[in-house]
């Protein structure tokens, strides 16, 4: 059993084996308490003691740990920009050209337009020329009853075409034989080659009042040479020259002639009276070549031939660049007509005076 002995318990009626005293400590043994086991009863008894230590080792101290750092990353932030920024795009400006001619007639630009159209060649003179024509026939009166031909473009297309365009293609020129076309106009061989239009006479108020006209380069001296013709033969004639240095103007009645040695220039015929009247033909501007009373009283009724007669070797090898018909005009409106014509041709350099 086991006693308290007023400090501590001891085994009662045991011997230890163990040099033990009052719980005195044990000479290489740390101070300890009493842990026993055995069999109560007489005698004495062996007991196996196993020590406890109560004191708590000095622990080897942990070494000092090395903190590893905390590393706070640099961030290299992705940036979200403030507004989508749509590029500003490349501008191909559609750019309209300007004329050459700032301001010009509308009836002046639609007959250019189709000159261009029908591959013919405009430039500023020709445009400036052409605008003024237009202009000069309307401010002294003479458009409206005027069909005509400028002959501009240099080509057998442009050279066709009929001056007033509203008009569409009705009187526009068809050629026929070796024509051969530049910008002094178009010019015949002499032998096969002609312009036919479909441009009659105009109904005018008095039947037998007709003008007609055309403007005539190349061979002066040319003969047996018919300029301007009705296709009906002999119903209308304009010749410049003809045999024996003669002009012939002929209007459904008998040849009226002149002394003419040279072929080329500006030839204007009138006619007025229906059965009787007066038969004139001018030279260039002032020039009258004839001037003299007649019964003709022809006006177109059929197609017009440029640069052919009706006879088999009435072909001419000249050059034409303008041809007109009108109604009748006085002296005065034909020198008018005759002077804008003729500053016309002059402004393309094809001019004969």
Known sequence: ??????????????????????????PGMPKSRWIASWVG???????????????????????????????????TPTITPT????????????????????????????????VVASGGTTNPTIEAAVDTLFTDLKSNGLYNDLFFFPFVGGTAASHALFGKRSAGTTYDITWFGGMTHGVSGATGNGTNAYGETALQRPTYSNLGDISQGIYVVGDSSASLSYELQSTQTDNNVLITRYTTNLAYVRFNGGFKTASNTDGTG???????????????????????????????????????????????????????????YTTYLTDAEASTLSTIINTFQTSLGRNTY
Not at 104 to 109: E, H, N, Y
Not at 268 to 288: A, D, I, Q
Request: aromatic content about 8%.
């Open 1 to 26: 059993m086991i006693r308290w002995n007023g400090k501590q318990y001891v085994p009662a009626g045991v011997k230890p084996l163990m040099n033990r005293k009052r719980g005195a400590n044990v």
């Open 41 to 75: 009863g007489e005698g004495e008894l062996e007991c196996d003691f196993t020590y406890e230590l109560l004191v708590t080792p000095t622990p080897t101290p942990t070494s000092s740990i090395t903190p590893t750092p905390t590393i706070t990353p640099t961030i």
């Open 83 to 114: 507004s989508s920024i749509t590029p500003t795009p490349s501008i191909t400006p559609t750019i309209t050209p300007t004329p050459s001619t700032p301001s010009i007639d509308p009836d002046a630009a639609a007959y250019l337009a189709d």
């Open 266 to 324: 500006l030839y204007v015929s009138t006619l007025t009276g229906s059965t009787s009247g007066v038969v004139k033909l001018f030279k260039n501007t002032s020039t009258t070549l004839i001037n003299t009373t007649t019964n003709d009283n022809d006006y177109l009724t059929n197609n017009s031939w440029i640069l052919r007669g009706g006879g088999a070797s009435d072909y001419s090898p000249r050059t034409v660049n303008f041809v007109f």
